[in-house]
């Protein structure tokens, strides 16, 4: 069993959203802003593709990540999945200790989101994705649920005592080493796979968002330029044109199949 020390900041970890949270607002930050610097070529042309977007739709970079990554966005619900559950278990949110009841309401707050999670994944990318990712995230809420069973975790202004004061309940070795195992593999996916898939979607050399082909004119020449679409504005784009590297207003657009706009960075 851990030292009592040792819980007391395991406790206070979780309440703040433990290293996972730490993690989501590093992704949330650094990675659009490392999209659309190797996208467009970084420097002046990131900051004008930025001001082009507007505060607003700043957040449309990494929505657009996730939703062409299958297995970025699987991780990043598993992950999402486990940080809010252990932020609100670390707060007294999940019940703990024996009895009917008590366990039914965890096994509803386990499953639910995982389900929620998979309904997601499964609109975008199909029924494997989404089985999958259920299954991953349930794994990981299930040991949390393991970890508050065997007295590893306890929720908040919970003092003293041990697992034995929770209905007498005494969790054999191979359900401690069941946690042990979740929060291994929680941390290699919260710390490890999930920043490095992160980047490598950030650096993979296609767009975030549509790429459309417009008639832009400039002066009384008109010319047939590729957009990056940044936003609509009446009957037209707003766009980064990958021809004049420019914000550049297009009409009569027509959407192109590929996103890649220039070469992986790894190549």
Not at 239 to 266: A, K, Q
């Amino acid at each position: 069993m851990a030292h009592p020390d040792e819980e007391a900041e395991e406790r206070s970890a979780d309440s703040k959203g433990g290293p996972g949270h730490t993690v989501l607002l590093a992704v949330a930050f650094a990675v659009p802003v490392t999209k659309v610097a190797y996208t467009v070529g970084g420097g002046a042309a990131a900051r004008d593709v930025f001001v082009g977007m507007e505060p607003a739709n700043w957040p449309d970079v990494l929505i657009g990540m996730v939703l062409t990554d299958p297995l970025l966005a699987s991780v990043l619900a598993v992950v999402v999945s486990r940080v809010v559950f252990a932020l609100f278990a670390a707060r007294g949110a999940v019940p703990v200790g024996g009895g009917v009841v008590r366990a039914l309401q965890r096994v509803a707050l386990t499953v639910v989101n995982p389900v929620a999670m998979a309904v997601l994944v499964t609109c975008f990318f199909g029924p494997w994705w989404g089985l999958g990712t259920g299954l991953a995230a349930y794994a990981l809420r299930k040991g949390v649920v393991v970890e508050y069973r065997t007295g590893r975790r306890r929720p908040h202004g919970h003092r003293g005592g041990s697992h034995q004061d929770d209905g007498g309940f005494r969790p054999p070795r191979g359900l401690r080493r069941a946690a042990a195992l979740e929060q291994w593999a929680a941390l290699v996916l919260t710390v490890f796979a999930l920043p490095v898939l992160a980047f490598v979607a950030a650096l993979d050399g296609q767009a975030w968002t549509s790429i459309v082909r417009c008639e832009v004119t400039e002066a009384t020449r008109t010319e047939s330029n590729r957009l990056i679409e940044l936003g609509r504005k009446g009957n037209g784009v707003v766009g980064w044109n990958l021809d004049t590297e420019e914000i550049s207003n297009g009409t009569g657009c027509t959407g192109e199949e590929s996103l890649y706009v220039r070469e992986p960075w790894w190549r």
